[in-house]
């Protein structure tokens, strides 16, 4: 008959358990989505230096490029001024050469006059081959002159980009120090108003031997809370509560607002297994009772975005020993504040 009762009332508790589970698929979300967000601004952040650091490369490569074509035309000019230059001593050689042979003419000889004549039409020619070689060497220095005007911009553009890249890569490694040191100076924060929340919650729960610290959470025995296999939480319970809620609303008004943190309400139970219409397991009595708490502190004023109910069920005791004692240290609820 019992069994029968038990099966015939099952579907009263199915709204209770999808809400409590969609209540918690909810806060996962959105925990998730807030990282996921800051994941993907500090990704776009790393991006848009890595696309400036690439255009930064791919600019210095065409300039190494364009400097090395303009070294090599300046080796050509170079190598075409020192053609022209031996050319233009050898000219000259050969007009001293003329010279000499028309003043040792002799005067006597008749026919001497008209060689002196052609002599010295070559000789004119050979000035104005002289002339023209002059005046293209001086053209090659002026264009070898722009073309080291040149070279030395395309060095400055040179120089200029490496700088870039080098303050590119500088303000990169300053924003990790600065992101690493905004993330350190927030945990410190966090552990320092952690520690006023747990001086307060000693001085709230004083005396009690049902409530203690474990690590870097506050813990209350199911017991002081709840009655042997119940989510409601007990008269005494509800004491115990708004003497919590009172710490956390005098902890809020400290906390800079700029802060993210949260107070995580776990749920735990004994390893002893559970079975009634309206808590199939471990599982689902854990969370309920987590979700109970949660609901008194928002009824007391504090925040609900401040707060994260979670249900362990019995895998994750305090004493894994099969003893009544352990059972009523595993069956618990514990407080942690931490980061949001």
């Keep these: 008959m019992a069994l029968a009762r038990r099966t015939s009332e099952r579907p009263s508790f199915w709204p209770g358990y999808v809400d409590a589970l969609s209540s918690l698929l909810l806060v996962i979300i959105f925990l998730l989505s807030i990282f996921m967000i800051a994941q993907f601004f500090l990704n776009q952040e790393i991006l848009g230096q890595d696309t400036a650091m690439q255009r930064l490369n791919a600019q210095i490569a065409e300039l190494t490029e364009l400097l090395q074509l303009e070294r090599a035309n300046a080796d050509d000019l170079e190598l075409t001024i020192a053609s022209l230059s031996a050319t233009l001593e050898n000219t000259r050689e050969e007009r001293d050469s ?52 040149q070279i030395g911009a395309l060095e400055a553009a040179l120089d200029a980009a490496e700088q870039r890249d ?48 474990v690590g870097d959470r506050f813990v209350f025995q199911s017991e002081v809370l709840f009655d042997a296999g119940q989510a409601q939480i007990s008269a005494e319970g509800s004491d115990q509560i708004s003497a919590l809620a009172d710490a956390i ?18 749920g735990h139970t004994d390893r002893r297994p559970i079975s ?26 504090v925040p609900p975005n401040r707060l994260v109910a979670a249900g362990f069920g019995e895998f994750a005791p305090l004493d894994p020993a099969d003893t009544e004692e352990a059972y009523r240290r595993n069956r618990r609820i514990e407080f942690k504040l931490t980061e949001g």
């Design 249 to 266: 609303l005098e902890l809020e008004e400290q906390i800079p607002p700029d802060i993210p943190w949260v107070l995580r309400i776990d």
């Design 276 to 301: 009634t219409p309206q808590f199939p397991s471990n599982w689902e009595l854990s969370a309920a009772r987590a979700i109970s708490v949660a609901k008194q502190l928002v009824a007391e004023g």
């Design 166 to 213: 080098v303050e590119s890569r500088t303000q990169i490694a300053d924003l990790g120090r600065r992101l690493n040191l905004a993330l350190a100076q927030r945990v410190q924060d966090l552990s320092r108003y952690r520690s006023d929340f747990f001086g307060r919650m000693r001085e709230a729960l004083e005396g009690r031997s049902d409530v203690e610290i």
């Design 98 to 149: 003329l010279e000499q042979q028309l003043s040792g003419i002799g005067a006597g000889f008749g026919d001497a006059q008209d060689r002196i004549s052609g002599l010295e039409a070559e000789l004119a020619a050979e000035e104005e081959l002289s002339r023209e070689a002059e005046a293209q060497v001086a053209l090659l220095n002026q264009q070898l002159a722009a073309l080291r005007q």
